[in-house]
């Protein structure tokens, strides 16, 4: 009866094991799962120019940032310079 249950034990042990996922087998997966809205994503974001001088679509930039995060449930909010000469 011991050596049953132990073989018992030993196989959802590694029953366990088996079906457990690495990070990195997460990942993976949530990339797979996501690609085509993680690529649209990235596509939006980078099509938004991203000059220094260009304040308007540096707060755009901005802007996109900041909506990504919150979509992620990431807390987040613009702050104004109050530097002179600084746009």
């Given at each position: 009866?011991?050596?049953?249950?132990?073989?018992?034990?030993?196989?959802?042990?590694?029953?366990?094991?088996?079906?457990?996922?690495?990070?990195?087998?997460?990942?993976?997966?949530?990339r797979?799962?996501?690609?085509?809205?993680?690529?649209?994503e990235?596509?939006?974001?980078?099509?938004?120019?991203?000059?220094?001088?260009?304040?308007?679509?540096?707060?755009r930039?901005?802007?996109?940032?900041?909506?990504?995060?919150?979509?992620?449930?990431?807390?987040?909010?613009?702050?104004?310079?109050?530097?002179?000469?600084?746009?």
């Open positions: 009866m011991k050596k049953y249950i132990s073989v018992l034990s030993f196989a959802l042990i590694a029953q366990f094991f088996c079906f457990a996922q690495t990070p990195q087998q997460k990942v993976n997966e949530y797979k799962e996501n690609e085509t809205n993680i690529m649209n990235y596509i939006k974001f980078v099509s938004i120019p991203n000059v220094t001088k260009d304040s308007a679509n540096i707060l930039n901005a802007a996109f940032i900041k909506n990504m995060m919150e979509q992620r449930g990431i807390k987040a909010e613009l702050l104004d310079g109050t530097t002179p000469k600084v746009n």
